[in-house]
């Protein structure tokens, strides 16, 4: 009698609980994704939150067909594939019912194939001095995987290496060339996942926006340079979310200042004691990637040099009015003979319009002409074109690239076709190349003037001893190769000041001439066929011979 009773006073709570609980309809959560799944590999669509009472029933089905048999089950409200296909890739609808109602919410799934190689480089390559060499990289995948190249511990070579769908291309190999260079496929579709030689794994496009941001390159001309120089199309918006979850912040983020004044106190201990704070303040962005601003730079310079500030000011120039059309209009070539006396020969090149160094390259001669053809050459063949005109001196060196120019514009119908496509005149009138090479007195070459008389005048060094001066070339020709394509690299990207010139646009030199339509200019460069250039290599040019120790007999 004990136990009915007990009975049924649980059955009038029962009762009373349920009158008073409320009758809801369903409701679904769901990620509408779309989702991407790697082909044959187990994946688990979004899981569908389903909230209502009496609790509903959870069903899912395959908008356009019915679920793949075997290779499909239920995991608390998600549904799992295993093995994933192609045909998977659908609209997955999840259903929710119970006695008061029904609701429906859908999640697109996209399966995608991961980025295999096809193709890969030999794992060693031997290539001579001042060659080209070209390492072919290819893969496949769905979508088509992006191929990147990058140089493990460093970076690739500036102004002399190109990527060309997939194929890393290296002109004129300096010995700081070695080292291992990894290709890198990634997919769009996942980019958490990409495959790459040697088993690194890399973000292409996050490397690339890395490297850019680090180059001291504002937001809108990172986005111009990734669709015009990469093909990869994202928006200023999706960009600055890279950079926001990279971590790329100059604002919200400053380096330790021991670190600055240590990198600024190593600098002013070799050619970095030439550079004023802009320049000391974009080589510490681009060599150490130590983000500061301008301003304490310049105060810990002032700490440092105080005397380097007034000698600055004492030694400014006054610079001619300069016109050009846009980028390859005009190329202006030169050699620098600082140096000369030491056996270390300099020859450069600089685009008008853009003030870019195209060339500037160190060897044993620059009056060689036809090694000053090959560094054209060089260019021409990476660059895929030439300029309208090339302006140098009327001298021997010029003589073979001038034949050269005069061959690849022989059938233009411009103005300056043919002969006139290759200007002289005197050293003093070539503007462009004869001002920067005060600046690259100012930010390296001095240093080395003085190092190397030093060791003439403690005598270490004799110019009339032929041993002497072959063993100096040996020991010091890949440092101050190195040195002068630091400069560069920091100029190319550098930003120019605006001036009163309105025909001398101002901005960073890669902006102006990769991207001239910014400053509403065009590209006025003469395509020129590779056949071309390889009769004109062959027929007028050669490569600067490596340093040779004469025999002790």
Known sequence: MKTSNN????????????????????????????????????????????????????????????????????NNSALQISQARKEDSDVYTCSAKNLFGKAEKNTMLVVVSLPRFTSKPPSKILSMLSSTVRLNCSATGDPQPIISWRKQGGQLPVGRSQQINGTLVITNLQQSDAGNYICTATSAMVPNYSPAIGGNAALARDEVIQTFFNLGFKAQEIVLFLVSVHGIRISLRHLKRILRRLGCSRRRFQSNLDEIVEAVEKELKGSGSLLAYRAMHQRLLNQYGLLTTREVVRHVLKIFVPEGVEHRLRHRLRRRVYRSKGPNYLWHIDGYDKLKPFGFCIHGAI????????????????????????????????????????????????????????????????????????????????????AWWGRLRQECADWWIEFLKNLTDSGLYNDNNVLHRECLKFSFMDVIQTEPHKVVLEWNVHSIRPSTNLEAPSGKPDILYFLPESRGSQDYSIPIDVDEIDIAEHMCATRPQDVVLPSSN
């Not at 609980?21 to 590999?41: D, F, M």
Request: with cysteine; glycine share 8%.
């Open 7 to 74: 009975v049924d006073v649980a059955q009038d709570k029962l009762v009373a609980v349920v009158g008073k609980t409320k009758q809801i309809q369903p409701r679904i959560s769901l990620n509408p994704g779309p989702r991407h799944a790697i082909e044959e590999n187990t994946f688990t669509l979004p899981t569908c939150h389903v909230t209502g009472y009496p609790t509903p029933v959870v069903t899912w089905r395959k908008l356009s067909s019915q679920f793949p048999q075997g290779r499909v089950r239920y």
């Open 351 to 434: 685009h008008g319009f853009s003030r870019r160094i195209l060339w500037l390259e160190v060897a044993s001669t620059n009056n060689d002409p036809k090694v000053i053809a090959q560094y054209c050459l060089d260019y021409v063949r990476q660059f895929g074109g030439t300029a309208r005109i090339i302006r140098g001196d009327r001298g021997s060196e010029n003589v073979s690239l001038a034949a050269i120019q005069h061959f690849f514009r022989r059938s233009c119908d411009d103005d300056f076709s043919g002969a006139k496509s290759f200007m002289y005149g005197k050293s003093t009138t070539n503007q462009r190349i004869e």
